[in-house]
């Protein structure tokens, strides 16, 4: 198992590409099921969720083909089983995106539940209720979800009591090959959907109303191959941005998509930060000076991104007064406080409300690593904490961040991978 060793104290400067983002990436890979014909796609990023993605997919039958340029084809021509399995699914559980396109190639699926994580028990009975509504008759049993739709997958109407991102994802892909015409209102608008609806209608579907909380899809009888380019991760990117922020440094990202970060960039401009937007580069400096504290409260897209909350309540720990950071979208994502506390991080937390009192620096402790997003915000405290911090259990940033270390060594980071 790796860790990080962090050693705090430089500035970061200078420039880094954005990969591929891993939430579009995912559901794009898994819609392959749905195309009997190859298809290449483009900017991938190289992560074990991804790498866990394409296992899935083989293991259904789908020829990979991986290129040295970070592109990948695949032809999903003869598929050989329709089970999602446990053993990869408990691994990651975005696998519940091969429901959808399954369902809407073979009329039938079985994927293991997904089970839940350490930010929450991450229910998936929005996906199910939405696809009842589509023909798909399901049952629960021995964990797994088993959906079949013996007539095919009719067109209807689906309105989502809460907004899923994932949850959009799979019924868009059903409705792509169900018969008729499908409404799905109060849909996800995380740019991530939209670059899977895009990437669906490149290879022949019929959808309207893309990027707005209502998705309208004329089913089609087949999907056929093509070529298709993954968005940039404005996660990876808004993590740098704060990162280099917290040091009181500067950085430029290329290979970005501005507008998708716009709730981030406010909130870093808040926070005294000098933002220039490109066509597709975004730099910010903070010319030396401490950021002030902001507040957040974490909403569904374009409101501020819950992927990006830990990494902000790393920035108010070393900020100019006092920020308030309200997590609203999972009932357990605040695992990284405590760690943080340990670092000496002046923070109250009140259920999913933490009071951020900044101090100058934290100190450099042995922490671990609980999720994702609380990882890459315990490496940024590492940056602005005296001493070393050691990250542990840093597969769970392999799984969303490609590179980190090398990333954040080339902004001038003191940063190291060890394997223990
Ligand atoms: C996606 O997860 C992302 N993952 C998450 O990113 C992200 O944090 C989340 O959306 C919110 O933006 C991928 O895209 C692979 P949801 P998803 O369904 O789709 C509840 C990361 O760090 N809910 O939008 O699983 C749910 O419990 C990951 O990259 C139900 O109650 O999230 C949560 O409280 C973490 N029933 C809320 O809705 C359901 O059937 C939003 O969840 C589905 C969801």
Excluded: W
Aim: charged share 20%.
């Amino acid at each position: 198992m790796d860790r990080f060793i962090v050693r705090g104290g430089q500035t970061l400067a200078g420039e880094v590409r954005v990969s591929g983002a891993k939430n579009a990436a995912l559901p794009i890979l898994a819609a392959a099921l749905m195309v009997p014909g190859k298809i290449r796609f483009e900017n991938l990023p190289h992560l074990n969720d991804v790498t866990t993605m394409l296992q899935l997919l083989g293991r259904m039958g789908v020829e990979v083909l991986l290129d040295d340029t970070g592109s990948v084809e695949l032809d999903a021509t003869h598929l050989a089983s329709n089970v999602a399995p446990y053993d990869l699914v408990r691994t990651m559980r975005a696998s519940i995106v091969v429901l959808g396109p399954l369902l809407a190639r073979q009329h039938a699926a079985e994927v293991s539940l997904p089970g839940g994580c350490a930010i929450g028990a991450r229910p998936v009975n929005l996906h199910i209720k939405a696809l009842e509504k589509l023909g798909v008759e399901f049952e629960v049993t021995d964990g797994y979800i088993k959906g079949r739709a013996p007539g095919g997958l009719v067109g209807g109407k689906v309105l989502f009591e809460k907004i899923t991102v994932t949850g959009t994802e799979n019924v868009l892909m059903a409705a792509a090959l169900a018969r008729g015409e499908t409404i799905i209102e109060n849909a996800a608008r995380e740019p991530e959907v939209s670059d899977l609806a895009d990437c669906l209608v490149s290879l022949g579907a019929h959808i309207e109303g893309i990027g707005t909380d209502t998705l309208c899809i004329q089913g089609v009888p087949a999907l056929h191959g093509g070529t298709h380019r993954i968005i940039p991760d404005r996660i990876e990117a808004g993590t740098f941005l704060v990162a280099a922020a917290a040091t009181r440094g500067s950085c430029t990202l290329t290979d970005c998509i501005p507008a998708q970060l716009d709730a981030t960039l406010m909130k870093l401009e808040e926070a005294g930060a000098e933002i220039t937007r490109g066509e597709d580069f975004v730099s910010l400096d903070m010319h030396g000076q401490r950021p002030r504290a902001v507040n957040i409260t974490t909403l569904e897209y374009p409101g501020f991104a819950t992927d990006m909350q830990a990494q902000f309540v790393a920035l108010n720990a070393v900020a100019e007064g006092t920020g308030i950071v309200t997590e609203t979208i999972f009932e357990n994502r605040m695992m990284h406080i405590p760690e943080m506390q340990r670092m000496g991080a002046q923070i109250d937390l009140n259920a999913a409300t933490a009071t951020v009192m900044g101090i100058e620096r934290l100190r450099g402790a042995p922490v671990m690593s609980t999720d994702l997003r609380a990882s890459a915000s315990l490496v940024v405290a590492g940056l602005v904490a005296d001493g070393e911090t050691t990250v542990d259990r840093v597969y769970h940033i392999d799984r969303g961040y490609e590179r980190i270390e090398e990333k954040l060594r080339r902004l001038g980071a003191d940063i190291e991978r060890v394997r223990v």
